[in-house]
Each structure stands twice: as structure tokens, then as C-alpha cells.
């Protein structure tokens, strides 16, 4: 069994950016639609992004409004979530993870979807 570790959340100023990065170990994500998601305090895990396996197509939720791009490096084994313009309501932790189904162009994900799972990393935006 492998795992994936997010990195890169921590503290930022509103209207600042952050490069999120999911590293897998003993999984090779290639095989993979990447996926992120986020859960605010109290409110449900929400979909953000998603990446096909060869990270040709990209998916966004509607609520990012173009602020976040998805992004992966098969061979380093790595997939990234880069956000820009950061609102306090965007503090979260954020997860990566692997859906192992063929990939469709969608722009809805359920996490009920996905198998495999980060432990997430915490970003939060101060006003």
C-alpha cells in the first residue's frame, strides 16, 4: 500500500498564492485521475480540481473561478495545486487523491469517487 503526502499549505496574506504539491510514494500516480479537494471547518469536503492521468485535460470546480490551476509530474511522481488571489474563505485543509476509474471530462467530482487519499494540508488566509 502506498501513500501520498501533501505539502506546501501554511499562512498567507488575502490576495497572496500558494503551490500545494501531493507526493506519492509505493503508488505511481500516472495510473491515475488526480484529484483535490478542501474541507472548511464545518462544512462538507468540496471538490477543486481535477487532472487526468496523462494531464492533458483539466477539470475546476465553479467556485474556484479560475484562481487554481491543476498540474502533475508523472515522472516526479507528483501533482500540483497552484492558487492564486486567496480569500479568507478559501481556509482549508486541502487533500489530494487518486481515482482509479477511466477519466471523463467533467466539471463534478464526488469524493465518494475517489480510492486513495492524502492526510491533507492545512492553508489558511488571513484577511
Known amino acids: 500500500q502506498g501513500h501520498m503526502v501533501e505539502s506546501g499549505g501554511g499562512l498567507v496574506q488575502a490576495g497572496g498564492s500558494l503551490r500545494l504539491a501531493c507526493a506519492a510514494s509505493g503508488r505511481t500516480l500516472s495510473f491515475y485521475t488526480m484529484g483535490w479537494f478542501r474541507q472548511a471547518p464545518g462544512r462538507d469536503r468540496e471538490f477543486v480540481a481535477a487532472i487526468s492521468p496523462d494531464g492533458f485535460s483539466t477539470n475546476y470546480a465553479d467556485s474556484m473561478n479560475g484562481r487554481c490551476t491543476i498540474s502533475r509530474d508523472n515522472p516526479k511522481n507528483t501533482v500540483y495545486l497552484r492558487m492564486n488571489s486567496l480569500a479568507p474563505e478559501d481556509t482549508a485543509v486541502y487533500y489530494c487523491?487518486?481515482?482509479?476509474?477511466?477519466?471523463?471530462?467533467?466539471?463534478?467530482?464526488?469524493?465518494?469517487?475517489?480510492?486513495?487519499w492524502g492526510q491533507g494540508t492545512q492553508v489558511t488566509v488571513s484577511s
Open positions: 487523491a487518486a481515482y482509479a476509474q477511466p477519466y471523463v471530462w467533467r466539471n463534478r467530482w464526488g469524493e465518494e469517487e475517489f480510492d486513495f
